[in-house]
């Protein structure tokens, strides 16, 4: 009787001994998942987001602040026109981002830089649509007649025969319409040609300059 009530007290405590070392190991891991935890905590606080979008940062004066001025915005395009011809291109602008972030220390893929350098050249295309288009709404009532629409075509460096804007029209659903708004005229504009901007000059610049300050919150 007592040797069979002494292998199940030893049964019990063996079993105690594994629970416990079980319980050890556990903890041992959780503890290990805790340092982990901290330093991928510690290594995601290192990775600072960037504050401002890449324009803005380029106008970073000696304090690290942005310069909103006409003269800081004005300083940077011409260091951004490198052949001096008052625009720059997509090269000229994808050249001047390169060189700044790599002087800061900070290279980007030069992807990164492209996406960049094609979406602000799209808005400044998207601008030129609006600005003409607006500049012949006369009475603001957000439509062009088809009998201003030729001259605004040829604001934006477009001429096309009357043919040939039925024929758009047509295939974009907009057959037999009169009076094309904003956004007709704009498919219209992009169905003609698949227009791209060539170069931002600047006073287009300075426009586009200080609407991304206002979006980036440093500017009112």
Do not use: C, W
Request: net charge negative; hydrophobic share 40%.
């Amino acid at each position: 009787m007592g040797s069979e009530l002494e292998k199940q007290m030893a049964a019990l405590l063996a079993g105690a001994s594994e629970i416990d070392s079980g319980v050890k190991d556990a903890r041992k891991r959780a503890g290990n998942i805790r340092k982990k935890s901290r330093e991928l905590d510690d290594a995601l606080d290192g990775l600072e987001a960037p504050k401002f979008s890449m324009l803005t940062q380029m106008l970073k004066n000696e304090s690290g602040e942005p310069d909103t001025s006409d003269e800081a915005i004005e300083a940077l395009f011409m260091t951004m026109d490198a052949d001096k011809s008052g625009s720059i291109d997509k090269s000229e602008l994808t050249q001047a981002f390169k060189d700044m972030f790599e002087r800061d220390g900070k290279p980007l893929e030069m992807t990164v830089i492209k996406n960049v350098v094609d979406e602000m050249f799209a808005k400044a295309l998207k601008e030129d649509m609006v600005n003409t288009f607006f500049k012949y709404d006369l009475d603001g009532g957000g439509t062009i007649d088809r009998s201003e629409l030729q001259e605004a075509l040829k604001d934006l460096e477009l001429t096309v025969s009357e043919e040939e804007i039925t024929e758009i029209m047509s295939k974009d659903g907009m057959e037999g319409k009169e009076e094309l708004d904003m956004d007709t005229f704009a498919t219209l504009v992009i169905g003609l040609k698949h227009m791209t901007k060539e170069d931002i000059t600047k006073a287009e610049f300075l426009v586009m300059a200080k609407k991304q300050l206002k979006e980036d919150g440093v500017l009112n």
